[in-house]
Structure formats: C-alpha cells, structure tokens
Nanobody, 124 residues
Framework: HVQLVESGGGSVQAGGSLRVSCEIS????????MGWFRQAPGKEREGVAS???????TYDESVTGRFTISEDTVKNILYLQMDNLQPEDTAMYYC???????????????????WGQGTQVTVS
C-alpha cells in the first residue's frame, strides 16, 4: 500500500521560490507514475506536473518554465521546485501516485489512486 507525505510548503513573496517534497513508502518512485496537483479554495483540483517511470516530465502550461518535477530514487522522494511564484500559485499542493504507466491523461486527478494529505503554499 503506497503512502505519500508532503512537506516543504510555506509562505513566500511573489517572485520567490519554494521546493515541496513528497516522501514515498510502500512503493518505489521508479515504479510509479507520480504527479503534483494543487487546489485553491473554491476551485477544482488541477494537475501541475507529472513524471513517468522513465523520468519523462509533463507540465501544465501555467507552470511551464517555472516549475520542475524531479525524483530521488535512492531516498524515494518526489520534489517540485517552484520558481518565480505568483499569487495565483497559492493553493494546497498534493502529491499523487499510481502503479499504472503514465498516459496523456497524467495531469488528471482521476488517474491516480494514492494521495498525500497536502502542503499549503501561499504567495503574496
């Protein structure tokens, strides 16, 4: 049973950077399709980035060039480096995983069956 625990959220001024992490247990990041999602108050959960089992990243156009998804397969941790943060990036950020291969729908929440509890990112 895969378990995910996010950390690293916080508050930052516009233009600043944060890195959020997701510790994975019960599975290995190299054997999972992994994703980062976010949900702002009153809005639907949206896909931010995903990374396939062979380390191919996919990004939503709203974060392309600013966010970078990566994984440390030794420590079994997924990261999301967020640069040039803007107020519209304010949201709860969630880590997600699935054992199936990433597909063209890898930024859709319904594709994933394992979720973390989330970490808050606030940009002012």
């Amino acid at each position: 049973h895969v378990q995910l625990v996010e950390s690293g959220g916080g508050s930052v001024q516009a233009g600043g950077s944060l890195r959020v992490s997701c510790e994975i247990s019960g599975g290995t990041s190299s054997g999972l399709c992994m994703g980062w999602f976010r949900q702002a108050p009153g809005k639907e959960r949206e896909g931010v980035a995903s990374i396939s089992k062979d380390d191919v990243p996919t990004y939503d156009e709203s974060v392309t060039g600013r966010f970078t998804i990566s994984e440390d397969t030794v420590k079994n941790i997924l990261y999301l480096q967020m640069d040039n943060l803007q107020p519209e990036d304010t949201a709860m950020y969630y880590c997600a995983a699935k054992t199936a291969t990433c597909t063209v729908r890898s930024l859709q929440a319904q594709e994933y069956n394992y979720w973390g509890q989330g970490t808050q990112v606030t940009v002012s």
